[in-house]
Nanobody, 118 residues
Framework: QVQLVESGGGLVQPGESLRLSCAAS????????MRWFRQAPGKERELVAA????????NLADSVKGRFTIARDNAKNTVYLQMNSLKPEDTAVYYC???????????WGQGTQVSVSS
């Protein structure tokens, strides 16, 4: 059974940090590109960050460059999203996504809420 379980969300003040984790099971983690998406109320889901299978290449949305980083630990089947200098506009549900490198299979987590407010 495929599972992607996100954790680490919460309520923080502007300028603070959070680290999201996504623990994967039920599939071969190292053959999947891992991505983080987010969806704010009333908005479409958007891609925030992506990391290739071995972690050699990462991509970040322009809105989070310089503040967020993505990393993975293939030995632990886990992907992380380090979020620094959080802003109110970062408030959203953050979703972990796994896509096979052939782009033929796609898995989603249930999401974790991140709220940034003073």
């Amino acid at each position: 059974q495929v599972q992607l379980v996100e954790s680490g969300g919460g309520l923080v003040q502007p300028g603070e940090s959070l680290r999201l984790s996504c623990a994967a099971s039920g599939f071969t983690f190292s053959t999947h590109i891992m991505r983080w998406f987010r969806q704010a109320p009333g908005k479409e889901r958007e891609l925030v960050a992506a990391i290739t299978r071995a972690g050699a290449i990462t991509n970040l949305a322009d809105s989070v460059k310089g503040r967020f980083t993505i990393a993975r630990d293939n030995a632990k089947n886990t992907v992380y999203l380090q979020m620094n200098s959080l802003k109110p506009e970062d408030t959203a549900v953050y979703y972990c996504n796994a896509v096979h490198y052939t782009m033929t299979v796609n898995y989603w987590g249930q999401g974790t809420q991140v709220s940034v407010s003073s």
